[in-house]
């Protein structure tokens, strides 16, 4: 009676997981897909697209303008194409406040798991296909979304 007591109560103790324990997870599932994401410059663009047509205007007149916002164009997609960042950097770099908005996300994901700390976690995570699609999912959402980044996976 007592053993079935005892595997009853541990079956609730869950460990809490910390934060960072579910940014290093996340960053796992991200590094094993080799994901990289690059905040788009949008605005950085098109400050040179406009310059750059706006000098070819002064310079040649209307076709200038043209000619202009063409050259700008390719130039500002060029200057801000590239950047991109490994998505395990960018999750430990977020601010404590979408660390935490991603960690209420994995959680409701993850909490019919059980397990006794962060490693068996993400042993239980990486050998379940399923769970890191979920979590994959969740992250692309995330990264693309709230980040407004570009994803990208290198292989």
């Known amino acids: 009676m007592w053993a079935a007591v005892f595997q009853t109560q541990t079956r609730f103790n869950k460990m809490p997981i910390m934060v960072d324990d579910v940014m290093r997870l996340l960053g796992s599932i991200a590094e094993e897909r080799k994901m990289k994401a690059a905040v788009k410059h949008s605005g950085k663009g098109a400050l040179i697209t406009g310059a750059v047509a706006f000098i070819g205007g002064l310079v040649g007149g209307p076709?200038?303008?043209a000619a202009g916002g063409a050259v700008g164009g390719l130039l500002g997609a060029w200057m801000t194409s590239g950047q991109f960042k490994p998505i395990p950097?960018?999750?430990?770099?977020?601010p404590p406040a979408e660390q935490q908005k991603?960690?209420?996300e994995v959680t409701a994901i993850v909490r019919h798991l059980e397990w006794t700390d962060?490693?068996?976690?993400t042993t239980l995570v990486m050998g379940s296909e399923a769970?890191?699609?979920?979590?994959?999912?969740l992250l692309v959402n995330y990264v693309t979304k709230e980040l407004r980044a570009e994803v990208?996976?290198?292989d």
């Open 63 to 65: 076709p200038g303008i």
């Open 102 to 104: 991603l960690f209420n």
């Open 118 to 121: 962060a490693v068996q976690l």
């Open 131 to 137: 769970l890191k699609q979920q979590l994959l999912a």
């Open 152 to 154: 990208r996976y290198d």
């Open 89 to 94: 950097q960018i999750i430990m770099e977020l």
